[in-house]
């Protein structure tokens, strides 16, 4: 099945860093998440971005389909920032989704 | 609007022992899912249903049995509990091109 590798593993920020994370995957999809477990691990979804470019606030996301990887930019970050931020583009047959390991974010004021 | 909501949010299973994680969604959305989480790690698929009557396993599917009788709930069964089984468990629901919506996850240990 598809692999699915992300870094940095974790990554400390002072608030008001910017900071890029990065998803690579082994094989084409027809879709790929991002998405934000929080300390309490509430699961929220960020983008669906299966190519292109898209922002949400201070978030936005880049995902070059035909190099297969995703990028995911935190600018101005904030402590409510903090948690682990999953990759998870979608498995062969289109019906769900794969996570990788995730990135793990502290942010502190 | 509740969402998905599993029951329970706890358990504490001794080994051998079965019991049932029950999920539940009011969005009518058709796919559900059922991932573990072990510490450190990503979520890992178990079994998922693209519809009522429709079930099929996924990346960790032994140990575990599902059903889909309605298209609201979609219960996970554990028949023998094993200490591998400890983990955090998310059941999810979406429409077929839809983000999946995630309940706020049950924490199994097995002793």
């Known amino acids: 099945g598809i692999q699915v590798e992300q870094s940095p593993p974790d990554l400390i920020l002072q608030e008001g860093a910017n900071s890029t994370l990065r998803c690579n995957f082994s094989?084409?999809?027809?879709?790929l998440q991002w998405f934000h477990q929080n300390p309490w691990g509430q699961l929220i979804n960020l983008f669906y971005?299966?190519?292109g470019t898209k922002q949400n606030g201070r978030l936005s996301a880049t995902t070059v389909a035909t190099e297969r990887y995703s990028l995911l930019y935190i600018s101005s970050s904030q402590t409510t920032d903090s948690g682990v931020y999953f990759c998870?583009?979608?498995?062969?047959?289109?019906?769900?989704?794969?996570f990788g390991k995730g990135t793990t974010l502290s942010v502190s004021s | 609007n509740a969402g998905v909501t599993q029951t329970p949010k706890f358990r504490i299973l001794k080994i051998g022992q079965s019991m049932t994680l029950q999920c539940t969604q009011d969005?009518?959305?058709?796919?559900m899912y059922w991932y573990r989480q072990d510490p450190g790690m990503g979520l890992k698929l178990i079994y998922y249903?693209?519809?009522?009557?429709?079930?099929d396993k996924g990346e960790v599917p032994n140990g575990y049995n599902v059903s889909r009788s309605t298209t609201e709930d979609f219960p996970l069964r554990l028949e023998l509990a094993a200490p591998s089984q400890t983990s955090v468990y998310f059941c999810?629901?979406?429409?077929?091109?839809?983000?999946?919506?995630f309940g706020q996850g049950t924490r199994l240990t097995v002793v």
């Open positions: 999810a629901s979406s429409t077929r091109t839809g983000s999946p919506f």
């Open positions: 998870a583009p979608d498995n062969q047959a289109g019906t769900a989704l794969i």
């Open positions: 249903s693209v519809g009522a009557g429709i079930t």
């Open positions: 971005i299966p190519s």
């Open positions: 094989d084409s999809v027809n879709n």
């Open positions: 969005m009518n959305h058709n796919y």
